[in-house]
Protein backbone atom coordinates (compact mmCIF):
# COMPACT_ATOMS: atom_id res chain seq x y z
CA UNK A 1 0.00 0.00 0.00
CA UNK A 2 0.97 3.55 -0.26
CA UNK A 3 1.72 6.16 1.83
CA UNK A 4 0.48 9.44 2.00
CA UNK A 5 4.14 10.94 1.10
CA UNK A 6 4.26 8.39 -2.25
CA UNK A 7 1.02 9.68 -3.77
CA UNK A 8 1.36 13.49 -3.52
CA UNK A 9 5.73 12.43 -4.85
CA UNK A 10 3.14 10.82 -7.46
CA UNK A 11 0.72 13.97 -8.28
CA UNK A 12 3.95 16.04 -8.04
CA UNK A 13 5.77 13.80 -10.77
CA UNK A 14 2.30 13.74 -13.35
CA UNK A 15 2.16 17.67 -12.90
CA UNK A 16 -1.26 17.57 -11.25
CA UNK A 17 0.44 19.60 -8.13
CA UNK A 18 2.16 22.43 -8.90
CA UNK A 19 2.58 24.98 -6.21
CA UNK A 20 4.42 24.38 -2.62
CA UNK A 21 1.38 25.39 -1.05
CA UNK A 22 -0.91 22.46 -2.57
CA UNK A 23 1.73 19.79 -1.95
CA UNK A 24 2.13 21.24 1.97
CA UNK A 25 -1.89 21.09 2.00
CA UNK A 26 -2.17 17.68 0.44
CA UNK A 27 1.05 16.31 2.92
CA UNK A 28 -0.96 17.89 5.85
CA UNK A 29 -4.33 16.64 5.98
CA UNK A 30 -4.54 12.62 5.28
CA UNK A 31 -6.97 11.93 3.27
CA UNK A 32 -7.51 8.70 4.89
CA UNK A 33 -8.74 10.82 7.78
CA UNK A 34 -11.85 11.55 5.29
CA UNK A 35 -12.76 7.72 3.68
CA UNK A 36 -14.96 5.23 5.33
CA UNK A 37 -12.90 2.91 8.02
CA UNK A 38 -13.66 -0.13 5.13
CA UNK A 39 -11.17 1.54 2.41
CA UNK A 40 -8.38 3.04 4.18
CA UNK A 41 -6.03 1.11 2.87
CA UNK A 42 -7.59 2.32 -0.75
CA UNK A 43 -6.91 5.71 0.28
CA UNK A 44 -3.04 6.87 -1.12
CA UNK A 45 -5.04 5.22 -4.32
CA UNK A 46 -5.17 8.02 -6.80
CA UNK A 47 -8.80 7.14 -7.51
CA UNK A 48 -12.39 8.18 -6.15
CA UNK A 49 -13.81 6.45 -3.27
CA UNK A 50 -17.69 5.43 -1.94
CA UNK A 51 -18.35 7.74 1.21
CA UNK A 52 -21.87 6.40 1.15
CA UNK A 53 -25.66 8.41 -0.31
CA UNK A 54 -24.50 7.31 -3.65
CA UNK A 55 -20.86 10.07 -3.28
CA UNK A 56 -17.79 9.79 -3.51
CA UNK A 57 -14.14 11.62 -2.23
CA UNK A 58 -12.95 12.78 -5.71
CA UNK A 59 -9.70 11.33 -7.46
CA UNK A 60 -6.68 13.05 -5.44
CA UNK A 61 -5.16 14.21 -9.04
CA UNK A 62 -8.32 15.43 -9.38
CA UNK A 63 -8.91 17.44 -5.72
CA UNK A 64 -4.89 18.82 -6.67
CA UNK A 65 -6.52 20.20 -10.04
CA UNK A 66 -9.47 21.97 -8.25
CA UNK A 67 -6.84 23.58 -5.77
CA UNK A 68 -4.36 24.81 -8.32
CA UNK A 69 -7.11 26.37 -10.53
CA UNK A 70 -8.65 27.89 -7.54
CA UNK A 71 -5.34 29.78 -6.29
CA UNK A 72 -6.34 30.08 -2.52
CA UNK A 73 -4.50 32.69 -0.89
CA UNK A 74 -4.15 33.48 3.04
CA UNK A 75 -7.08 35.17 4.44
CA UNK A 76 -9.73 34.40 1.94
CA UNK A 77 -12.67 33.73 2.20
CA UNK A 78 -13.90 30.01 0.30
CA UNK A 79 -17.35 28.97 -0.55
CA UNK A 80 -17.70 25.38 -1.43
CA UNK A 81 -20.60 23.51 -2.91
CA UNK A 82 -20.87 19.66 -1.63
CA UNK A 83 -18.83 19.16 1.35
CA UNK A 84 -18.87 15.48 1.28
CA UNK A 85 -16.16 13.97 3.74
CA UNK A 86 -14.86 17.25 4.60
CA UNK A 87 -11.57 16.80 2.86
CA UNK A 88 -11.18 19.55 0.41
CA UNK A 89 -12.58 21.99 3.15
CA UNK A 90 -9.91 21.35 5.55
CA UNK A 91 -7.20 21.40 2.28
CA UNK A 92 -8.98 24.51 1.75
CA UNK A 93 -9.08 26.00 5.06
CA UNK A 94 -5.18 25.31 5.59
CA UNK A 95 -4.75 27.47 1.98
CA UNK A 96 -7.00 30.07 3.23
CA UNK A 97 -6.51 30.33 7.13
CA UNK A 98 -6.61 32.49 8.63
CA UNK A 99 -9.57 32.98 6.31
CA UNK A 100 -12.59 31.05 6.69
CA UNK A 101 -14.16 28.18 4.58
CA UNK A 102 -18.08 27.93 4.41
CA UNK A 103 -18.97 24.16 2.73
CA UNK A 104 -23.05 23.04 1.99
CA UNK A 105 -23.95 19.71 2.02
CA UNK A 106 -27.33 18.72 0.94
CA UNK A 107 -27.28 15.02 2.76
CA UNK A 108 -27.86 15.07 6.51
CA UNK A 109 -26.00 11.76 6.87
CA UNK A 110 -23.09 13.77 4.85
CA UNK A 111 -22.96 16.69 7.15
CA UNK A 112 -22.94 14.85 10.34
CA UNK A 113 -19.78 12.53 9.20
CA UNK A 114 -18.00 15.90 8.13
CA UNK A 115 -18.63 17.64 11.38
CA UNK A 116 -16.61 14.73 12.97
CA UNK A 117 -14.48 14.47 10.55
CA UNK A 118 -12.85 18.52 10.28
CA UNK A 119 -12.17 18.39 14.02
CA UNK A 120 -8.70 16.39 12.93
CA UNK A 121 -8.27 19.62 10.91
CA UNK A 122 -5.95 22.17 12.10
CA UNK A 123 -8.01 24.72 11.97
CA UNK A 124 -11.43 23.72 12.26
CA UNK A 125 -12.88 26.58 14.57
CA UNK A 126 -12.67 28.35 10.58
CA UNK A 127 -14.58 25.49 8.97
CA UNK A 128 -18.30 25.72 8.88
CA UNK A 129 -20.66 23.40 7.35
CA UNK A 130 -24.52 24.90 6.36
CA UNK A 131 -27.24 21.92 6.31
CA UNK A 132 -28.75 22.78 2.98
CA UNK A 133 -29.06 23.12 -1.02
CA UNK A 134 -25.98 24.84 -2.41
CA UNK A 135 -27.09 25.21 -5.74
CA UNK A 136 -28.40 28.67 -4.19
CA UNK A 137 -25.15 29.41 -2.59
CA UNK A 138 -24.82 31.31 0.83
CA UNK A 139 -25.89 34.84 0.45
CA UNK A 140 -25.58 35.25 3.98
CA UNK A 141 -21.83 35.63 3.88
CA UNK A 142 -21.58 36.67 0.23
CA UNK A 143 -19.26 37.93 -1.65
CA UNK A 144 -16.44 35.28 -1.46
CA UNK A 145 -12.99 35.18 -2.77
CA UNK A 146 -13.50 31.84 -4.09
CA UNK A 147 -16.32 29.27 -4.92
CA UNK A 148 -15.50 25.58 -5.77
CA UNK A 149 -18.56 23.61 -6.51
CA UNK A 150 -17.96 19.61 -6.02
CA UNK A 151 -20.86 18.37 -8.43
CA UNK A 152 -21.57 18.74 -11.72
CA UNK A 153 -24.13 21.57 -12.88
CA UNK A 154 -26.47 21.98 -15.89
CA UNK A 155 -25.09 25.13 -16.06
CA UNK A 156 -23.38 27.97 -13.70
CA UNK A 157 -25.90 29.40 -11.49
CA UNK A 158 -26.36 33.15 -11.70
CA UNK A 159 -26.81 33.33 -7.78
CA UNK A 160 -23.28 31.72 -7.20
CA UNK A 161 -21.67 34.47 -10.28
CA UNK A 162 -23.63 37.13 -7.73
CA UNK A 163 -21.86 35.88 -4.64
CA UNK A 164 -18.01 35.57 -6.38
CA UNK A 165 -16.28 38.91 -5.30
CA UNK A 166 -14.56 41.39 -8.02
CA UNK A 167 -11.52 39.39 -9.12
CA UNK A 168 -12.73 36.12 -7.64
CA UNK A 169 -12.77 32.60 -9.20
CA UNK A 170 -15.02 30.13 -9.12
CA UNK A 171 -14.07 25.95 -10.22
CA UNK A 172 -17.56 24.47 -11.12
CA UNK A 173 -18.16 21.25 -13.34
CA UNK A 174 -20.54 21.86 -15.93
CA UNK A 175 -22.71 19.59 -18.31
CA UNK A 176 -24.30 16.70 -18.13
CA UNK A 177 -25.86 13.86 -14.95
CA UNK A 178 -22.51 11.90 -15.54
CA UNK A 179 -19.87 14.49 -17.69
CA UNK A 180 -19.08 17.29 -17.71
CA UNK A 181 -16.26 20.41 -18.39
CA UNK A 182 -14.25 21.99 -16.27
CA UNK A 183 -14.24 25.64 -15.69
CA UNK A 184 -12.75 27.94 -14.12
CA UNK A 185 -14.66 31.45 -13.93
CA UNK A 186 -13.29 34.86 -13.01
CA UNK A 187 -14.89 37.94 -12.49
CA UNK A 188 -13.31 40.52 -13.23
CA UNK A 189 -14.22 44.34 -13.56
CA UNK A 190 -18.01 42.66 -13.75
CA UNK A 191 -17.40 40.50 -16.56
CA UNK A 192 -17.23 36.95 -16.91
CA UNK A 193 -14.26 35.33 -17.76
CA UNK A 194 -14.69 31.85 -18.77
CA UNK A 195 -11.53 28.86 -19.44
CA UNK A 196 -12.83 25.45 -19.97
CA UNK A 197 -9.71 22.75 -18.23
CA UNK A 198 -11.19 19.61 -20.11
CA UNK A 199 -13.72 16.53 -19.40
CA UNK A 200 -14.65 15.82 -15.67
CA UNK A 201 -17.18 13.30 -14.27
CA UNK A 202 -18.78 14.45 -10.98
CA UNK A 203 -22.12 13.18 -9.64
CA UNK A 204 -25.09 15.66 -10.31
CA UNK A 205 -25.53 18.79 -8.60
CA UNK A 206 -29.22 18.43 -7.18
CA UNK A 207 -31.11 21.75 -6.09
CA UNK A 208 -33.36 24.84 -7.19
CA UNK A 209 -30.41 25.90 -9.70
CA UNK A 210 -28.91 21.97 -10.26
CA UNK A 211 -30.81 19.26 -11.52
CA UNK A 212 -34.27 17.88 -9.98
CA UNK A 213 -33.93 14.89 -7.93
CA UNK A 214 -36.56 12.76 -9.79
CA UNK A 215 -34.43 12.84 -12.84
CA UNK A 216 -31.31 11.58 -10.61
CA UNK A 217 -33.38 8.71 -8.76
Known sequence: MKNLEELVKELIREGFIRSESVREA??????????????????YIDEPLPIGEDQTIS????VAIMLELLDIRRGMK?????TGSGYNACLMEYLAYPGRVITIERLKSLYYIAQENIKRCPHSENIR?????????????AP???IVVTCGAPDIPQVLLEQLSEGGI????VGGHYFQDLYRVIKRKG??????????????MIGKFGFKEEFYI
Open 26 to 43: MLTIDRKDFVPYIYREEA
Open 59 to 62: APHM
Open 78 to 82: VLEIG
Open 129 to 141: IVYGDGSQGYPEE
Open 144 to 146: FDR
Open 170 to 173: MVIP
Open 191 to 204: EIVKENHGSVAFVP
